[in-house]
Nanobody, 124 residues
């Protein structure tokens, strides 16, 4: 069973940057589809960015294109979300997700592994 542990959340002023990390343990697949969802209070969960660790182009939600970058460490056991030019509307709990298949699904429930989440707060 793959375990995902997020870190790197925190509080930042609008226009600032944060990098979230997701460490995958008990990694038995040759490649994973991994990504990030976020959920703000009172709002629906939103898929933010996804990447297949076996190669290919990442996918982003329109709301974060040009500001967020998803990447993986060479060992492919750590996923990052580099967030720049943060806005108050980016405030949410961010969750790392994964599944050992390709192509990547787009719905939360279609993933198999989920982290506990890390909170991001952006002040105006």
């Amino acid at each position: 069973q793959v375990q995902l542990v997020e870190s790197g959340g925190g509080s930042v002023q609008a226009g600032g940057s944060l990098t979230l990390s997701c460490a995958a343990s008990r990694y038995t697949y040759s490649a994973l589809c991994m990504g990030w969802f976020r959920q703000a209070p009172g709002k629906e969960r939103e898929g933010v960015a996804f990447i297949y660790t076996g190669g290919g182009s990442p996918a982003y939600a329109d709301s974060v294109k040009g500001r967020f970058t998803i990447s993986q460490a060479d060992a492919k056991h750590t996923l990052y979300l580099h967030m720049n030019n943060l806005r108050p509307e980016d405030t949410a709990m961010y969750y790392c997700v994964g599944i050992g298949q390709y192509p990547c699904p787009s719905k939360w429930d279609d993933f198999r592994y989920w982290g506990q989440g890390t909170q991001v707060n952006v002040a105006s």
